[in-house]
């Protein structure tokens, strides 16, 4: 635990020198300045940065505090960033010195429930073991419950985690995501998550202006970069490509990316003779508009 | 008498605190860490048995003493050491080992003294609690 103890003098607590100390301003920054949009999560993320630099002040003190439990929940729909939220999640709570370690271990439910009786126990226990210290991130948590097949041995991974998550809040913070409707159906079948969790963070859809910016992001960090016409294309591109089914935000954005850089480089091969360096990182609008979104059909 | 075997021997035994303290020193070595139980104290007794496997993966010392805490659950009576594996060189090497659970009576050992051809002695010793079965040795 990171112990950077803050003079307290007779005048009073200074929150400045606080607030430095505990080095989470930076991480703080990175996400504003990684993370397009999403404006709740952040505001969420800041709220609880506050409480636990409060609680550790008053702990400081000598005031009573009890650990405040960080137990968190993650919906939204696909591609909105609930994953990458969460490694910084686990950053900012080492930070703040509440984890020891600040690693972060991805589940489903593959890991943690067996395949007979008694397979269920040993690998749920495992993989709690590997998060303490840490973060556990369990994605679609909802597959855990099964309630169609009442031999499911979820219930028993669900009872195990449960019982971490109360007893040995000091260890681990868990937090379950998956879609918002299939994850309200689950706490209501499981009233013992719901009540163990304190946060409860919705993550919204991206806009199509949100969404041209993380494609500005993504391109930059790759080093292409979309010409005048090609960016204009690639906003008709989404536009499009938003009213479709299987629109799956920033995951879509990244894919038709994936794809744009496929048919930059066949067009350049096509092409052949000798083109500038700069040719290598252009994106033509060329490559966008062949795709088949805009004849109407679907980029999955 | 107080068996003493391992790393620390020479030390009075370390109290939660102090054996997370050398547990997290493992695990920040990357060395994984497992955890063995015996009722036979005899000091060449090497072959231990297992709690679980050895635990590989784990970032922070809260798990070891999970299992820890529930192999003293069940073995309160026995002797309990930790080992921290460096598997650095390709091989299972106990880079360090010392005992964090013991019976609350530890009879100790007595000389026996075998005689043989030409009035020769042969020396060895005998733990007193391995008079009686295994799992009723200190109950």
Redesign the interface.
């Known amino acids: 635990m990171t112990t950077n103890h803050v003079q307290s003098t007779a005048t009073g607590i200074d929150l400045d020198a606080a607030f430095q100390a505990s080095n989470i301003q930076p991480v703080l920054a990175e996400l504003e300045r990684e993370l397009v949009g999403l404006e709740p999560v952040k505001t969420r993320i800041r709220e609880i940065a506050s409480l636990l630099l409060i609680a550790r002040l008053r702990e400081q003190s000598g005031m009573a505090t009890e650990r405040p439990s960080l137990h968190m929940s993650f919906t939204g729909r696909p591609g909105t960033g609930k994953t990458t939220v969460a490694i910084r999640m686990a950053k900012i709570l080492h930070h703040l010195g509440y984890v020891r370690k600040g690693h972060l271990v991805v589940a489903t439910r593959d890991d943690l429930v067996g395949q007979y009786v008694g397979h269920t126990a040993p690998k749920t226990k495992e993989v709690l073991k590997r998060a303490m210290g840490g973060v556990l991130f369990i994605d679609e948590a909802y597959y855990l419950y099964r309630p169609e097949n009442e031999r499911d041995y979820g219930q028993e991974a669900i009872e195990m985690l449960l019982q971490v998550m109360e007893n040995q809040r000091d260890d681990l913070v868990v937090i379950l995501a998956g879609y918002k409707e299939r994850m309200d159906v689950f706490f209501q079948s499981n009233p013992g998550f719901r009540s163990r969790i304190a946060h409860h963070i919705e993550f919204p859809d991206y806009t199509l202006d949100e969404l041209l910016t993380i494609a500005d992001l993504m391109v930059q960090q790759q080093m292409y970069r979309f010409d005048g016409d090609a960016r204009a294309a690639f906003a008709e591109y989404l536009e499009l490509r938003m009213r479709q089914p299987y629109f799956s935000n920033a995951r879509s954005v990244r894919n038709a990316l994936d794809r744009i850089k496929l048919r930059q480089a066949s067009r350049l091969l096509r092409q052949g003779g000798t083109i500038a360096p700069d040719e290598l990182s252009r994106i033509d609008a060329a490559d966008v508009r062949q795709s088949r979104v805009f004849q109407g059909g679907i980029d999955k | 008498m107080r068996i003493t075997q391992g790393t620390f021997s020479y030390l009075p035994d370390f109290d939660d605190d102090e054996v997370r303290a050398q547990v997290q020193y493992c695990l920040d070595n990357d060395w994984p860490v497992s955890i063995e139980y015996t009722d036979d104290p005899h000091p060449r007794n090497v072959y231990w048995d297992m709690w679980g496997l050895p635990?590989f993966?784990?970032?922070?010392?809260?798990?070891?003493m999970?299992?820890l805490g529930k192999c003293r659950e069940v073995f309160a009576n026995h002797y309990i050491r930790i080992n921290g594996y460096d598997r650095r060189y390709g091989r299972q090497t106990t880079a360090l080992s010392f005992i964090v659970n013991r019976p609350k009576d530890e009879p100790g050992f007595r000389v026996e003294r075998q005689e043989f051809g030409d009035r020769q002695v042969k020396y060895t010793i005998h733990s007193y609690a391995t008079d009686r079965p295994s799992g009723q040795r200190y109950e």
């Open positions: 635990m993966d784990i970032k922070d010392a809260a798990a070891i999970m299992e």
